[in-house]
């Protein structure tokens, strides 16, 4: 149910160390579908905003997402989503937006873990 996948998420957002605050909604559309969006802010002044619309059954499978991870400064790092305005990407539409808009690379759908483990590494660095 949508409820044990938001209860998921707020434990990842929990037992991540380098997250100092956090402001995530989390909409139940039914018993297996929902809506994530938020922000989560880390040690170093950089800020994840987050969105996911998402079912549970059969599998997980976020319709849509957006990791948008920025500098301090409001810069961005990198983007993960699959808004689907590169179609000559291998793995369309799911694709990396790497320190500039246009800067493009195809990737697989990350799960938020991911995002949060490469987001440590860069925050871990730079401390």
């Known amino acids: 149910m949508i409820e044990e996948?938001?209860?998921?998420?707020?434990?990842?957002?929990?037992?991540?160390?380098?997250?100092?605050?956090?402001?995530?909604?989390?909409?139940?559309?039914?018993?297996t579908i929902g809506f994530i969006r938020g922000e989560l802010f880390f040690l170093d002044g950089s800020r994840l905003h987050l969105r996911e619309y998402i079912s549970?059954?059969?599998?997980?499978?976020?319709?849509?997402?957006?990791?948008?991870?920025?500098?301090?400064?409001?810069?961005?790092?990198?983007?993960?989503?699959?808004?689907?305005?590169f179609p000559n990407l291998a793995n369309f539409p799911?694709?990396?937006?790497?320190?500039?808009?246009m800067n493009v690379i195809s990737v697989h759908a990350p799960e938020l873990q991911v995002v949060l483990a490469e987001i440590q590494?860069?925050?871990?660095?730079?401390l």
Do not use: C, M, W
């Not at 799911?94 to 808009?101: I, L, Q, R, S, T």
């Open 5 to 31: 996948y938001f209860r998921s998420l707020e434990a990842l957002i929990a037992q991540t160390r380098i997250v100092i605050a956090e402001t995530v909604t989390y909409d139940k559309r039914s018993t």
């Open 56 to 85: 549970v059954q059969p599998t997980v499978d976020r319709y849509t997402y957006s990791y948008h991870y920025q500098a301090p400064d409001g810069s961005l790092i990198f983007r993960y989503d699959n808004t689907p305005h």
């Open 94 to 101: 799911h694709h990396k937006h790497v320190g500039d808009e």
């Open 121 to 126: 590494k860069i925050v871990l660095q730079a």
